[in-house]
């Protein structure tokens, strides 16, 4: 398994673009040429995750000098549950050593319809190197736990990353709460 730095020509934008709808909710989704766009007017990798040359998702890691945000993170449906997400953290957690890594999800509610979903998710983080940090973001509304890997949450170079996100997308406030 390794990730492979993505420009907007890749050959595998069919199936980036097929695991990107169907990965995530239309109120989250950002289209291919969207995410290439954000990525050329910020310090933004789209990463390809790759099983020998078969593409099996992709990660949009924002960056600055502190930390990485992982703003996606998909696999394709197909691919679920065969270690491919846990390989892609870990050398996502390899190849950027410098940088503190961060990522939110959709925090545990009892009332949620997915909420076996969101427990499993939170407890994949959690196996994968990442910590609570007792922190939330959010999104139309909802808030979004946020874990990381290292020490502590580097709360302010975080802040720096999600302002950069609320200039381009104002529906993702500019808020850690």
């Not at 998702?57 to 993170?73: D, T």
């Not at 959709?106 to 949620?112: G, L």
């Not at 020490?151 to 302010?156: C, M, N, P, T, V």
């Amino acid at each position: 398994m390794e990730l492979r730095l993505l420009g907007r020509d890749c050959s595998d934008r069919e199936n980036f673009e097929a695991i990107n709808n169907e990965a995530f909710p239309s109120s989250e989704i950002m289209s291919y040429d969207e995410i290439f766009d954000f990525a050329d007017r910020t310090d933004t990798d789209v990463l390809g995750i790759y099983d020998d040359d078969k593409f099996v998702g992709f990660i949009v890691l924002l960056k600055n000098a502190e930390c990485g945000y992982v703003y996606y993170l998909a696999i394709d449906s197909r691919a679920r549950s065969k270690g491919y997400g846990g390989s892609a953290i870990r050398k996502l957690m390899e190849d950027y050593s410098h940088l503190q890594i961060i990522l939110d999800f959709e925090i545990i509610d009892e009332s949620a319809e997915n909420l076996e979903q969101r427990i499993r998710r939170k407890n994949f983080y959690l196996r994968n190197g990442f910590h609570e940090t007792g922190r939330f973001t959010l999104l139309n509304g909802y808030r979004f736990e946020v874990v990381c890997n290292k020490q502590e949450l580097r709360a302010d170079a975080f802040m720096e990353l999600i302002r950069v996100i609320h200039q381009y997308r104002p529906e993702f406030p500019d808020v850690l709460i």
